[in-house]
């Protein structure tokens, strides 16, 4: 066996053993364990500065812009993000690259003993995500790297990263989702995510609900932060649409940047662009007063931006697009960067979503958007059953619309075979959208050999 094999091996051990305790969808609202646990570790956190993102939308995208612009910047960065589309180690990145099956067997091996004595100290063991949390601030301090770009799991204030106090935060825009956990108003989930906002830092706030937004303003007054809002302090002045993405111009901090080339499509890349360079900008202490960062190097950080799985082709005849939406506000958004980059006559859409989720939201903003609908399910047992998913469906797009796969390869299939079947031409008159959840995404990719 290889050296290369046995830590694979390894990592499919640890994972066997981390997916068995409570995950992401089993929440324990409290920061006590994951207190004790990098206080067990010596606080690791405190070794490198951070920057914190949250928001219903948008999360993962705007951590991987951050992250590209430090990087080209020539700071030594780690990201951690969540979830993950293929691979557990995807959550852990330094510099640029998700840390080798290698890194993360040792690291979790030396964090076991640890691990052991929080679960004897507390009623409640360790989730999941405590887990993987440490070890990723464990890791970023032996690398070690210059900054943590952050990205919340669930919420803000109990969140189990919000042990770091980032001198950013950023906060993407917020909706209804998770609320059964943050609260069924909008309010009540921007209270929840205000939390990251730490004293003296500044935060870098999107285009907000209003309610939200006084809300976030509301935390920031009370601990002496700094605060840039989207539309007043920055954001997109103008964005056309190129081959392959977008070209932006954005208001930033410290002031103009022109011609900006991003490789993703939509309005709400943009805005998360622009969410980014001012997240950035703040790290460095750019300003009015102290002028712009460097252009080229803005521009070549975003021309070398991926997000895997949003609105990412994955192969054509016909085209596949796989888009992570997993609530209405993410869809809709999505269907919109559709309809404006892609100029598809149809579209077949597969859609798999998880049990907690607004399935009845997610389905009324597909019926005027696709044609034929495939319902699916993913691996995940909190996963809603294709049965069930179609049971909601049929009363919106009716019956002849409607197509049940259960299995996730039956469902991309059919998805295929109903595409080559309208007559149009599939090189260009029809795509197909897998969307619904971040796990269908992931597993869908995989079956259909997306890179990492």
Known sequence: MTEAQRYAQELHRIEAAIFGRRNEGHINPTNE????????????QRNYRSIHLTGTNGKTSTARMVDE???????RTGRYTSPHLTSVTERIVIDGAPVSDRTFAEGYRELEPYIAEIDRRFDTPLSFFEIVTALAYSIFADAPVD???VEVGLGGTWDNTNVIDAEVAVVTPIGLDHTQYLGDTVLRIAAEKAGIIKPDAVAILAAQPPEAAAELLRRATEVQAAVAREGLEFGVVERRIAVGGQFLTLQGLGGIYEELFLPLHGAFQAQNAACALAAVEAFFGADANSGALDIETVRAAFAAVRSPGRLEPIRSAPTMLLDAAHNPAGLMASLEAVAEAFQFRRIVAVVGVMADKDAGGMLELLEPAVDELVVTQNASPRALPADELAGAAVPIFGSDRVTVEP???DALEAAVRIAEDTGDDVLSGTGVLVTGSVVTVGEARTLLGGAG
């Open 407 to 409: 299995r996730l390869d």
């Open 69 to 75: 612009l430090l990087r080209e910047f020539g700071l």
């Open 33 to 44: 364990r994951m207190q004790a646990l990098v206080e067990l570790l010596g606080d690791p």
């Open 147 to 149: 900054v943590a770009v």
